[in-house]
């Protein structure tokens, strides 16, 4: 039996751009989603097509049990969507715009007003809860389009990049919403560019680039796939990461990440603790400091790196930039050029 959110071989293209490229998914009931992926991967095409926003040009899906394609306004009574950029009413105060939000979907006054107060308690917006909108920081907007989409608790939520512009403690508290949640049974399809947030909050994760499914697991047999340990070192002084890099090559099975403003360099290896003291003693006898140095598992971020040739979020590798690595920065380029075909 399909799952809660399902999907058969959605393509969306825009003029030459195939934003969907034939993709596959299925959620089972009261699991987390995670969709990971670079800028322009197709991630918000991939929701707006789940939550009948757009059409797509082929493919399939079902949400709540409801054919998307046959059935939208169906569909739109089940789910919830919080999109990428927050949807509030600039002229409506935080609890009129809830209020709002209850009357569309036919609640009692009384019954959207109680749950107006509840929501805006749990997203910290009671003492912004009068002022109208226009007011509110881009985090408080986040939080009131969030709690927007959870007036009704529909049994399946979308959600763009839901804590992107929270600061850490709103985050963590949204975490603590979604899985109260998702232990109330709602299934949840939710993209992030933050890696922890996926690892924290994911059952399953599907990472996807130019419109396409290119790995998917639980965060576990991502790490597993992308295979064996780090060694991850600090060393203390930024002319010495050109020395230590060179180092680590001959250690390494794999290219060596180099972060220069940490002066963090990791680099997969085998062979642990022995490993790890022969490293120690090279970099000694080369006569470079180091800050730190440790063994370490693949992260989801190793994962992704890996993957996509992209460090995750805000940082530029798109023409080859601030790429963290030369293999990285060729990517970057082919990308570049690819997109100016
Ligand atoms: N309405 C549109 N018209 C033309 N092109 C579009 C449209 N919407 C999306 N695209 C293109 O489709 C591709 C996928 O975009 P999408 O917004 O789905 O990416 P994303 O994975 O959500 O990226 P981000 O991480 O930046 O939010 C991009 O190349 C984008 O430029
Ligand atoms: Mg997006």
Not at 49 to 56: D, E, K
Request: proline share 3%; hydrophobic share 40%; net charge negative.
């Amino acid at each position: 039996m399909p799952g809660a959110i399902y999907a058969e071989g959605l393509v969306k293209t825009f003029g030459d751009v195939r934003a969907l490229d034939g993709v596959d998914l299925d959620v089972p009931e009261g699991t987390v989603l995670g969709l990971l992926g670079p800028n322009g991967a197709g991630k918000t095409t991939a929701v707006r097509c789940l939550t009948t926003l757009l059409r797509p040009d082929s493919g399939r899906a079902v949400v709540a049990g409801i054919d998307v394609l046959k059935n939208p306004n169906e569909v739109r009574r089940s789910i919830g969507l919080s999109g990428q950029f927050a949807a509030v009413d600039e002229y409506l105060t935080g609890r009129e715009n809830l209020h709002m939000v209850g009357q569309l979907y036919q609640m009692r006054a009384k019954q959207a007003k109680a749950r107006a107060v509840e929501l805006l308690e749990q997203f910290n917006l009671t003492e912004a809860a009068d002022r109208t909108t226009k007011t509110y920081s881009g985090g408080m907007r986040r939080r009131l389009d969030l709690a927007a989409a959870l007036v009704v608790s529909p049994p399946v939520m979308f959600m763009d990049e839901p804590t992107t512009g929270l600061d850490p403690r709103n985050r963590q508290q949204l975490w603590e919403v979604i899985k109260q949640l998702v232990s109330g049974g709602t299934t949840l399809l939710l993209t992030t560019q933050y890696l922890e947030e996926a690892d924290h909050l994911a059952h399953d994760i599907c990472v996807v680039d130019h419109g396409k499914v290119i790995a998917r697991g639980t965060s576990d047999q991502l790490k597993a796939q992308t295979g064996g340990e780090r060694v991850e070192v600090v060393v203390h002084e930024r002319e010495h990461i050109a020395t230590a890099t060179e180092v680590l090559r001959g250690f390494g099975k794999g290219e060596t990440t180099v972060e220069e403003h940490t002066r963090r360099l990791t680099v997969p290896v085998t062979g642990g603790a022995k490993l790890l003291a022969e490293v120690i003693r090279e970099l000694d006898t080369r006569g470079i400091e180091i800050d730190d140095i440790g063994l370490r598992r693949p992260t989801l971020d190793d994962v992704f790196l890996s993957l996509t040739g992209h460090v995750a979020e805000a940082k530029d590798t798109e023409n080859g930039e601030g790429a963290a690595t030369e293999d990285q920065a060729a990517k970057g380029r082919k990308r570049k050029k690819e997109a100016a075909k």
